[in-house]
């Protein structure tokens, strides 16, 4: 079975910067992985997400230039680098795991897997 968990959550003034961590266990990068973030009051959007065995990545546009996804392959990792973070950017954010088409990388309904969420907090 495979499990997520994040870690790297926190509070940070706006043009500050985090890193995410998502620990995978039972889990192989034939899965796509992505973060999807959800704010009070909003839809659950997709905000990074990567297919390692089709080498295809995806942004969404508000986010597009400031963070980054990457992975360590040998600890079984996903990490997302926020930087020049703004209020908006406020959410908790989950890590997920599953299979989505690669017009859709980020289409939640088709991540099986998911981590319990970390709270990221940007103070204007």
């Known amino acids: 079975e495979v499990q997520l968990v994040e870690s790297g959550g926190g509070l940070v003034q706006a043009g500050g910067s985090l890193r995410l961590s998502c620990a995978a266990s039972?889990?192989?990068?034939?899965?796509?992985i992505g973060w999807f973030r959800q704010a009070p009051g909003k839809e659950r959007e997709g905000v990074s997400c990567?297919?390692?065995?089709?080498?295809?990545?995806y942004y969404a546009d508000s986010v597009k230039g400031r963070f980054t996804i990457s992975s360590d392959n040998v600890k079984n990792r996903v990490y997302l680098q926020m930087n020049s973070l703004k209020p908006e950017d406020t959410a908790v954010y989950y890590c997920?795991?599953?299979?989505?088409?690669?017009?859709?990388?980020?289409?939640?309904?088709?991540?099986?897997?998911w981590g319990q969420g970390t709270q990221v907090t940007v103070d204007s």
């Open positions: 997920a795991a599953g299979s989505p088409t690669l017009e859709r990388l980020c289409g939640y309904n088709d991540y099986y897997y």
């Open positions: 039972g889990f192989t990068f034939d899965y796509a």
């Open positions: 990567f297919s390692s065995s089709a080498g295809s990545t």
